[in-house]
């Protein structure tokens, strides 16, 4: 899977709009693009993916860039409960048996202030 | 159905000896993910299978890890002479069959069971 650069930390007030961005610019024409979040002491949640056009659902957005070589997953009103650590992945389509499984990086950890 | 479980969720040990974890994933799903995350990093595959066949294995798992899928259903990852570096967070999730990328391409994780090897 192509490899995802993400900040390392990002701070959100509590009720305000956040925007985690990710870079992948080696990105494939057959990689979606993933995101999950992991809250603390918890295991890791899907969020939201998609593959060209932005995607909405009830807990984000996805807005993708029409190169593909970023993303930015959108939390329009940041709670409490949203912080966590933040994770883009890429999933390739076509790679076979071995395509299943998720490569996490570091992932950004998202802190929100009362 | 409430989601993946998985036992125990804490497991002290001491090194040498042998554990076993097990993971009950959603019903109908067929396909159950292993992985394992240390402390400050994000979770690593170690294994999936495919109903009860073993479809891929990563190089973190040695030859001291075991994992099995008997009737497609609950899953049991055991290391054997646990050292140290073991000491880690072990997670299962489960998805449904589908292309990756679908609509149906959503692992859901269990809370995990860590290991502790003093």
């Known amino acids: 899977d192509a490899k995802t650069t993400q900040p390392n930390s990002m701070e959100s007030n509590e009720e305000e709009p956040v925007h985690l961005p990710c870079n992948h610019s080696?990105?494939?024409?057959?990689?979606?693009i993933h995101w999950y979040r992991q809250l603390p002491s918890q295991g890791p949640e899907y969020v939201i993916h998609?593959?060209?056009s932005n995607v909405n659902n009830r807990m984000a957005s996805l807005a993708i860039a029409e190169d593909r070589k970023s993303s930015t997953l959108i939390l329009h009103r940041a709670t409490l409960r949203d912080a966590a650590v933040y994770y883009c992945?890429?999933?390739?389509?076509?790679?076979?048996?071995?395509?299943?499984?998720?490569?996490f990086g570091k992932g950004t950890k998202l802190s929100v202030i009362p | 159905d409430t989601g993946v479980s998985q036992n125990p969720r804490h497991k002290i040990t001491k090194r040498g000896q042998n554990v076993t974890f097990r993971c009950d994933p959603i019903?109908?799903?067929?396909?159950l993910y292993w992985y394992r995350q240390t402390l400050g990093q994000g979770p690593e595959f170690l294994t999936y299978?495919?109903?009860?066949?073993?479809?891929?294995k990563s190089r973190l798992l040695s030859d001291r890890f075991s994992a099995e899928r008997p009737k497609g259903s609950f899953s049991t990852l055991e290391i054997q002479r646990t050292e140290q570096g073991d000491s880690a967070m072990y997670l299962c999730?489960?998805?449904?069959?589908?292309?990756?990328?679908?609509?149906?391409?959503?692992?859901?994780f269990g809370p995990g069971t860590r290991l502790t090897v003093l």
């Open positions: 999730a489960s998805s449904k069959s589908g292309l990756a990328g679908g609509p149906e391409d959503e692992q859901f």
């Open positions: 080696t990105i494939s024409g057959t990689d979606y």
């Open positions: 998609g593959l060209t």
């Open positions: 992945i890429l999933r390739d389509q076509d790679s076979g048996a071995g395509s299943y499984q998720l490569t």
């Open positions: 019903s109908e799903h067929n396909r």
């Open positions: 299978f495919q109903n009860e066949a073993q479809l891929e």
